[in-house]
């Protein structure tokens, strides 16, 4: 076992002082645990730690900085521009740090770093309990959280880190705090939405709401009824009952049992929806949708909240190639919606797809300055899905998805969501933090000054 610039006996010593596994370039699983979820990265690093405690955090974390080795973080793997991962880095993961405590005395759950969102779902359907987590149930709760994350559930009760109450985190000075409102209250604000630049959280502890059984799924239209079917829609979900969601999309019907075999490679629009409580408000919300334009495919139905969680997932399976461009939206004009329907008929491969998330309802119920994540007064965050499992059309996906973004740039807020950006550079990721920019500068310094948690969208202290 050798890594450049460092002694064997010095890694062995190392690997002694660890509950779970050292991964080395030599190791015959060293390809299996640098491999993330876009296929599209090929990051080599020099050593990855699967840890077991939190103990083995501290010690790679030690380890890392005696010998100038650059600092990854890893916990589900499934960011588009491969940030769980560098070359010549140490990955510290945390995907075996994957225990769920529910207590329904207080109505919380506690999670840790290395938990999937179907962990998660698995743990609290039982009770008919959930809060705002992304819509692939295979996404890392780490990653979604610190970004801010949202889903199928955040226009009843807001954005993940509005359902967090506590984490537990690891300072660059080896320190293991738990900050919240009122401990390290600066450190609370800054990880709900500034991604993984302060610390590593080794733990999260969340309100859960009501989110057992929902009425949910896909209703579809030919493409050529988006001229009618958006702007229906816009002026829908932006005076909807709250517990009331549904998504836009732009899609390819893949070639699969579950569709009809005539709408196989057929481009289309449509709604996923996931409404909650009263059967007769979500009926009377579909039927608005079904008297406007009756739909070519219509999947809505009852189901568990956790089921309409994982619908998509075989669709979309670890080692696709993956490019992602995305934008917030305040206003669908009709300009921009011409503008979408124009790019989405060019969607080049068939996995390739343009959502519309809402984030109205409960996500504007707090303001820009309550925490990092500085966008509650857009209406939609726009995804570009650029997406193949042939290596060969990278740049067909590619030129796709940045031609679009720039067609729709005049029509958006500036900025992104960090979540889902690329590695894109400082101004994209200053432009996407807006206001809050200068005190996240300023937090990054104070728990930071080394950079040493830079594998992120950065913010340099």
């Not at 610390?199 to 209703?219: C, D, K, N, R």
């Not at 119920?365 to 499992?389: F, L």
């Amino acid at each position: 076992m050798e890594t450049k610039g460092v002694d064997a006996e010095v890694l062995n010593a190392f690997k002694n002082q660890l509950k779970g596994e050292l991964v080395t370039p030599d190791s015959d699983r060293y390809d299996m645990f640098r491999r993330v979820y876009n296929g599209m990265i090929d990051k080599k690093p020099a050593l990855i730690v699967r840890c077991q405690t939190i103990a083995d955090i501290l010690y790679s974390l030690e380890f890392g900085k005696a010998h100038g080795i650059r600092i990854a973080v890893r916990s589900g793997g499934h960011h588009a521009a491969g940030l769980a991962v560098a070359d010549t880095s140490i990955v510290i993961d945390l995907g075996l740090l994957n225990g769920i405590q529910v207590d329904l005395k207080f109505n919380t759950v506690r999670v840790e770093a290395g938990c999937l969102l179907g962990d998660i779902d698995h743990a609290l359907q039982p009770f008919g309990k959930a809060f705002p987590t992304g819509n692939f149930s295979t996404s890392g709760i780490s990653g979604l959280t610190l970004g801010g994350g949202f889903g199928y559930l955040s226009r009843a009760y807001g954005l993940t880190i509005d359902s967090l109450i506590e984490a537990d985190i690891v300072l660059a000075d080896g320190r293991l705090i738990t900050t919240d409102q009122h401990n390290f209250p600066d450190l609370f604000w800054a990880i709900r939405g500034g991604g993984g630049n302060f610390g590593i959280v080794t733990s999260y502890l969340f309100e859960i709401h009501p989110a057992g059984i929902i009425q949910g799924g896909p209703m579809l239209w030919h493409i050529e009824e988006a001229r009618y079917i958006m702007p229906f829609y816009r002026d829908f979900i932006l005076k909807a009952p709250k517990e009331i969601y549904c998504y836009f999309t732009f899609l390819t019907i893949p070639p699969t049992a579950i569709f009809p075999e005539h709408l196989h490679h057929k481009k289309m629009c449509g709604l996923v929806w996931c409404n909650l409580g009263s059967t007769i408000k979500s009926n009377q919300a579909l039927e608005h949708f079904r008297n406007f334009k009756p739909p070519t495919l219509d999947y809505v139905d009852i189901m568990d909240y956790a089921h309409l969680q994982s619908l998509f997932d075989n669709l979309y399976p670890s080692s696709l190639q993956w490019y992602l461009k995305n934008a917030f939206i305040k206003d669908l004009n009709q300009d921009a919606i011409s503008k979408n329907i124009t790019y989405a008929n060019l969607l080049p491969t068939p996995h390739c797809a343009v959502h519309f998330y809402p984030i109205n309802g409960a996500c504007h119920h707090k303001s820009n300055k309550e925490s990092a994540w500085g966008n509650r007064d857009a209406n939609w965050t726009q995804v570009i899905i650029g997406v193949d499992p042939d290596p060969t059309n990278n740049h067909k996906i590619t030129h796709w998805a940045k031609s679009y973004w720039e067609a729709i740039r005049p029509y958006t807020l500036g900025g992104g969501y960090i979540n889902f950006m690329m590695d894109e550079g400082q101004d994209q990721v200053r432009a996407s933090y807006r206001d809050n920019y200068a005190k996240l500068k300023k937090i990054k310094q104070k728990y930071d000054p080394r950079n040493l948690f830079q594998v992120n969208q950065n913010i340099l202290p």
